[in-house]
């Protein structure tokens, strides 16, 4: 069965401290990946999603950027954290094939910037 | 027209009733429209899906209405369970170029069961 684990699963970093979050899944090949994020209270916002290694396609412009050095490896980085990048990290897979929409997350990175 | 409307925000339920929450969208190309449970501190788990060529969906309890003409879905608890004390969100999609697709989410409602 697939797995998709994400870590830290909680992070407290000062302002203009440089981030690393990592996703990775087991059990798949070849998945699409994604990293939404979510503010307290509210719905989730796509931030970024890859359908391949080194292919990043990015939704909102921000302080954030992501990379897919492997299959099933996702991270989200930033170089100078904002207080306006805490939230809830969500990274997402699905399979890559055509009309299997089933999006799966992982259980999140709550990101605290003081 | 890539927003997903949902209401209520939140809602209160006794143990055994139905809930019933209510998501509308304006873009026609969206194909795909599941629901997601999430609970506090967790990531969201898919709940049950329904594809824009069925009016009806029913896995166990949990039941999505479809209506194409007006571009409205919605999701039906029945006999709801304090353990179903949740977050739902709507959530609907349409593929991309890149053999990829995007989930637009819907705001979220609260869900409250009480015993």
């Known amino acids: 069965s697939q797995t998709i684990h994400q870590w830290p699963a909680t992070l407290v970093q000062p302002v203009g401290s440089p981030l690393s979050l990592e996703c990775t899944v087991e059990?798949?090949?070849?998945?699409?990946l994604y990293w939404y994020r979510q503010a307290a209270g509210r719905g989730l916002q796509l931030l970024f999603y890859?359908?391949?290694?080194?292919?990043i396609s990015s939704e909102v412009p921000q302080n954030l950027s992501a990379s897919r050095p492997q299959d099933r490896q996702f991270i989200l980085s930033s170089k100078k954290l904002l207080l306006s990048d805490s939230g809830f990290y969500l990274c997402?897979?699905?399979?890559?094939?055509?009309?299997?929409?089933?999006?799966?997350f992982g259980p999140g990175t709550r990101l605290t910037v003081t | 027209q890539q927003q997903v409307k949902q209401s209520p925000q939140s809602l209160i339920v006794q143990k055994g009733g139905i809930s019933i929450i209510n998501c509308a969208y304006e873009?026609?190309?969206?194909?795909?429209f599941p629901w997601y449970q999430q609970f506090p501190g967790k990531g969201p788990a898919l709940l049950i899906a329904?594809?824009?060529?069925?009016s009806e969906k029913k896995e166990g309890r949990f039941t999505i209405s479809f209506n194409k003409s007006a571009k409205q879905f919605s999701l039906h608890i029945m006999d709801s369970q304090p353990g179903d004390s949740a977050t739902y969100f709507c959530?609907?999609?349409?593929?991309?170029?890149?053999?990829?697709?995007?989930?637009?989410f819907g705001s979220g409602t609260r869900l409250l069961v009480r015993p």
């Open positions: 997402a897979w699905s399979v890559r094939l055509r009309r299997s929409y089933e999006q799966y």
């Open positions: 059990g798949t090949s070849n998945p699409n």
């Open positions: 890859s359908v391949g290694i080194g292919q």
């Open positions: 873009n026609t190309a969206f194909d795909y």
């Open positions: 329904i594809r824009p060529d069925v």
């Open positions: 959530a609907a999609s349409k593929g991309l170029a890149d053999s990829s697709y995007k989930l637009i």
